[in-house]
């Protein structure tokens, strides 16, 4: 289970947001509450690194590894970590790298436009 949080602009960077320390204290407090699997985390920001100042009881679980905190720059680091594959880098062809998400997305996209066609 993971909480995401944070925009993302046109060019597919992820933006910083205001509040992180709560809404990564709000959700853990969520999990623990419900019992922490070692499977529960944030993805944040990478910008919103600099800000952190956890409770001591969010910095242990994950240094225990009961708890995982992601910080990503761009949409597609978010995909990676969302799907566990690739997203796919663009290639001189126009193009996206072999099996990667971001070559799923076309296909799929191509199918739903010959369907309508």
């Known amino acids: 289970q993971y909480a995401i949080t ?4 046109q ?5 910083a947001i205001g509040g992180v320390n709560e809404k990564i204290e709000g959700f853990f ?3 623990n509450t419900r019992g922490l699997t070692g499977t529960q985390g944030v993805i944040i920001p990478k910008a919103n690194i600099r ?3 956890l409770k001591r009881e ?3 679980a994950v240094a225990e590894g009961q708890f995982s905190i992601y910080a ?5 680091q978010c995909l990676e970590l969302l799907m566990g594959r690739k997203a796919g880098q663009l290639k001189e062809d126009g193009t996206f790298t072999q099996r990667s998400v971001n070559a799923a997305v076309v296909k799929r996209l191509r ?3 010959k369907a309508k066609a």
């Open 29 to 31: 407090n969520l999990c």
């Open 111 to 113: 199918e739903i436009a």
């Open 51 to 53: 800000n952190l100042m």
């Open 72 to 76: 990503v720059a761009t949409v597609d």
């Open 58 to 60: 969010v910095v242990d």
């Open 11 to 15: 060019y597919g960077e992820v933006q």
């Open 6 to 9: 944070g925009s993302i602009n």
